[in-house]
């Protein structure tokens, strides 16, 4: 479909993506913690937040990430999620001043990743804005936990999740 658009504009395309991804890159949100910190993480959100939250199929998404097939956004998402439950220790092994620093890392991770519209998963983005609604700034944020479930109830309705 972009061959019809002609050489210039998928040139440009192409450009335009390329620097979307070294600007991701710059902002960090490639970036992952330690395998044992990314367990710790895990570990806690699967045993806190997927209980009352049971958005992820998770054998599904630990085969993902073993295969190195998974979803940055949805990732940064869980971790920032994680970042609630999991232990002192494991925020500071993180390198984390303190557990507000490592919340505000994996958001604005993720949140660089769906500015960007880096994840072309629908269900993916649904469930990482989903859990983006751990993320709370205080009273003048805009994009607060009502913003993100917002962006996540939209989309399922669009896709027509919500109906039986």
């Known amino acids: 479909m972009l061959a019809r658009l002609g050489k210039p504009t998928t040139q440009e395309i192409e450009r335009l993506h390329i620097s979307t991804i070294e600007r991701l890159k710059d902002q960090g949100a490639f970036e992952l913690p330690s395998q044992e910190t990314s ?3 895990l570990d ?3 045993h806190f937040s997927l209980a009352a939250l049971p958005i992820l199929d998770r054998s599904r998404f630990l085969v993902s990430l ?4 998974f979803s940055h956004l949805l990732l940064n998402a869980i971790y920032l999620a994680a970042t609630i ?8 092994d993180a390198g984390f001043v303190s557990r ?3 919340s505000l890392t994996f958001y604005q991770r993720a949140k660089s990743l769906y500015d960007a519209g880096y994840e072309t998963d629908a269900i993916v983005t649904i469930q990482a804005t989903f859990l ?3 993320w709370w700034n205080g009273l003048l944020e805009h994009q607060d936990s009502w913003y993100w479930a917002g962006i996540s109830v939209g989309m ?9």
């Open 85 to 92: 439950y999991c232990s002192d220790s494991v925020i500071a």
């Open 156 to 164: 399922a309705q669009a896709l027509g999740l919500h109906q039986t």
């Open 44 to 46: 806690a959100y699967f």
């Open 132 to 134: 983006m609604c751990y």
């Open 39 to 41: 367990q710790a993480l």
């Open 66 to 69: 073993e295969e190195g097939k």
């Open 100 to 102: 507000y620093a490592a």
